[in-house]
């Protein structure tokens, strides 16, 4: 169970209005909603009667108020003693191929530059991240495909131009054995296609940047790859470059709610926009 849900519910119970408690709690109103729906769900009980210009508490409904309130005093107050330690926690979700093609190489530089604070980093699907970061539920996101959506601001952090390569005993007839397509997104992918028409009998289809090269161990194969992810692999002989898809290339985003006020947050967001500005210069 979220404490956070809990927190949903009492300001529910506070303000009768869902609305207003998504405005205090930063939220949109179908997410204050779903949190009380599950919150309902996982003790099989309604919370509220819902009239058509009131809301009340059911009987279940004030049972729960006191333990809900009981068990955020005593988050507070653990909040409290981490703070006396002066230990800041920030939590940072992205996608799979975010993070092999950036986060993995630039974490430990972003730490660097901050003291004391505990990173929690966990990887989720592109439509996990768009419903986390409106929840709340992770303060950062990083992802390949940017949200449509107009409560987040988005920093471009990287672009990677995407070439052809193949196993090095296929250089001859790389065409015939492109047998693994990589999910870049629809517009990308439409003109992969259009360059390429073989890719679309690809034997291998996936999304994710590990099972493709796991996949390319053990199968000899011409794959399209982001120039820095083969670049290693060119280095040690097991593949060759074919041809440069320029300017096709795949983008990383950091993306995060406009309407944050944690100042932790905005030291990290604050990082990354100096790495991508001292990397423009160079």
Known sequence: ????????FMEVAQTRHFGKAAENL????SAVSARIKQ???YFNSALFVRNRNSLQ???AGEKLLPFATSLSETLEQARAAMNEESIQYLSIASTANA???YLKQNLDEVKGHLDDVSIRAEICSHEQLSR???EHIIDLALTTVPFK???VEILELSESMLSLYCSLELAEQPLGHLSISLDW?????EAIEKIYPEIKKAGMRTGSLQVALNYLSTNKSAIILPEPIAQPLVNKSELVMLDSLAPLSVKCYLIYLKQTKNARIGQFIDVFTQMVKNKQGR
């Open 99 to 101: 993070w092999d093609m």
């Open 185 to 189: 997104g629809r517009k990308t992918n």
């Open 39 to 41: 919150l309902e769900e």
């Open 149 to 151: 959506s107009d409560d």
């Open 57 to 59: 508490l059911t009987a």
């Open 1 to 8: 169970m979220d404490i956070r849900f809990l927190v949903t």
């Open 132 to 134: 986390m970061i409106h």
């Open 26 to 29: 930063y939220l949109t109103p």
